[in-house]
């Protein structure tokens, strides 16, 4: 008699039905979409949740327990809101310590706030964007904030700019083309020639001005990391209001940016870029 055990496909419970994986993708990408707009918002209610992500609130419910039975969310009775659990961050952490330049440049972001008395930042590229991953912030109440994970479009951000500065001719236009010149404000650079400008400028000096490019009435100064290769994968900033950031001091700011960046550069055991030698981001 043939055992009804060998012909069951392997890896397949028994009894469940053949369409399992696909729910279960289904329910992951639900429960991680749950997740990043919690992460975005800090917390949120059940009904917001289930609003913005537009899934049912039962349905959203459900994914929030399985989430917070394994630490990545907490539910606060006070507030009746979801948050961000200490699981979450663990994971998170891990890609910081995998990215060393971060803990790295920490002390170095601790310096170039105490030297300038702004917020001092740190960003990586990735998939054409930056995304912030380490923040020292001014003691000053009027201040710019960037979330550890926060995206920015790199034509309107300092470091942004700083890292495109780096790219060659044609893939800046690669770059371009896939992502577009969104305006933020009225300083926004939105033309392509003029954006060309600005990075053989950026290069020239060293570092990259985000001149109220993304919200008017701030300015951030840059500098680009480099890696062992002499491309340039981070950068440091420094940013905070106009009045405080005028044109009077932004050599200054650049020249401090730019060693701050070196010392990480140097820490790393990265290269400096030779004059031909571009990166393809």
């Not at 702004?118 to 991953?133: P, Q, S």
């Not at 939105?190 to 600005?198: G, H, N, V």
Request: net charge neutral.
């Amino acid at each position: 008699m043939e055992n009804s055990h060998t012909s069951r496909p392997r890896g397949r419970p028994r009894n469940r039905p053949t369409n399992e994986p696909v729910s279960t993708v289904r329910a992951l990408e639900r429960a991680l979409t749950l997740l990043e707009i919690i992460a975005e918002a800090d917390s949120l209610s059940l009904t917001e949740l289930s609003q913005r992500a537009g899934m049912p609130a039962s349905t959203a419910h459900r994914l929030l327990i399985t989430l917070q039975n394994r630490g990545y969310l907490e539910f606060r009775d006070d507030t009746q809101q979801w948050a961000v659990g200490v699981e979450a961050f663990r994971i998170g952490r891990s890609f910081a310590r995998r990215i060393k330049v971060v803990d790295v440049g920490r002390p170095v972001l601790r310096d170039l706030m105490a030297q300038t008395g702004e917020t001092a930042n740190m960003a990586i590229a990735d998939d054409g964007d930056v995304v912030f991953v380490s923040q020292v912030e001014t003691h000053e109440p009027i201040r710019a904030f960037h979330r550890p994970g926060t995206r920015a479009h790199m034509h309107a951000s300092g470091i942004g700019k700083a890292l495109l500065a780096h790219l060659g001719p044609e893939a800046l236009d690669r770059w371009m083309r896939r992502k577009g010149l969104t305006a933020y404000t009225e300083n926004t650079i939105c033309d392509p020639q003029t954006l060309r400008r600005e990075m053989a400028e950026t290069r020239s000096r060293g570092w990259a001005i985000d001149n109220e490019e993304r919200t008017l009435g701030m300015r951030c100064v840059a500098a680009a990391i480099y890696n062992v290769y002499g491309e340039a994968i981070a950068g440091l900033s420094v940013s905070g209001p106009t009045v405080r950031i005028p044109d009077k001091v932004l050599a200054e700011y650049g020249v401090l940016v730019r060693c701050a960046a070196d010392i990480v550069t140097e820490r790393i055991g990265g290269e400096q870029p030779e004059e031909n030698q571009r990166g393809t981001m």
